[in-house]
Antibody
Framework: QLQLQESGPGLVKPSETLSLTCTVS??????????WGWVRQPPGKGLECIGS???????HYNPSLKSRVTISVDTSKNQFSLKLSSVTAADTAVFYC???????????WGQGTMVTVSS | QSVLTQPPSVSAAPGQKVTISCSGS????????VSWYQQVPGTTPKLLIY???KRPSGIPDRVSGSRSGASATLGIAGLQTGDEADYYC???????????FGGGTKLTVL
């Protein structure tokens, strides 16, 4: 059964770069049938899709974050990653990685990881 | 504010049916499949409905989805206290080239 697990620092300083990795187990990130995405949820607020990546490397980013976001895939490690630069307190959130199907629904989610931006 | 509009809250008694609306535009709901997610506070979102009206394995048939024009509706019949959660609609937005979510609806089972 496919599982996703986020990892990365739980605390990031303002103006620095937030970096998270999602490790895929029970399946392959190289599968041609899926995209892989990142979704965040600030405390007490709703869900926001940050972006997604296809196994071949093509990406889609939320226009509101596009200038600060990079999503990449490492097929050798069966992982995909998120980098969000120049973070502020407004970027404090639970970050989820998830599998995105061709009809644009997220069917499998990681457990989420809380990232706090604070000095 | 969110691209997709949902009511902030809905409520109904146990055993009753509730519907949650999700309103968008031709660049999103009007031309793309809608999905719905349930999130119990403190837990991971769970897929309830995909491709407008399909249920993943394990989701009971008292949960339903529909789409008409640029709006979508989630229905939950035979409400149980365990249905209390936040519910989100989502779809692809062809103008933004990203998945967009509604703001979420808190369901209270009275």
């Amino acid at each position: 059964q496919l599982q996703l697990q986020e990892s990365g620092p739980g605390l990031v300083k303002p103006s620095e770069t937030l970096s998270l990795t999602c490790t895929v187990s029970g399946g392959s990130v190289s599968s041609s049938s899926y995209y892989w995405g990142w979704v965040r949820q600030p405390p007490g607020k709703g869900l926001e899709c940050i972006g997604s990546i296809y196994s071949r490397g093509s990406t889609h980013y939320n226009p509101s974050l596009k200038s600060r976001v990079t999503i990449s895939v490492d097929t050798s490690k069966n992982q995909f990653s998120l980098k969000l630069s120049s973070v502020t307190a407004a970027d404090t959130a639970v970050f989820y990685c998830a599998r995105l199907l061709a009809t644009y629904h997220f069917d499998i989610w990681g457990q989420g990881t809380m990232v706090t931006v604070s000095s | 504010q969110s691209v997709l509009t949902q009511p902030p809250s809905v409520s109904a008694a146990p055993g009753q049916k509730v519907t949650i609306s999700c309103s968008g535009s031709s660049s999103n709901i009007g031309n793309n499949y809608v999905s719905w997610y349930q999130q119990v506070p403190g837990t991971t979102p769970k897929l309830l409905i995909y491709e407008n009206n399909k249920r993943p394995s394990g989701i009971p048939d008292r949960v339903s989805g529909s789409r008409s024009g640029a709006s979508a509706t989630l229905g939950i019949a035979g409400l149980q206290t365990g249905d209390e959660a936040d519910y989100y609609c989502a779809t692809w937005d062809s103008s933004l080239s990203v998945v967009v979510f509604g703001g979420g609806t808190k369901l209270t089972v009275l």
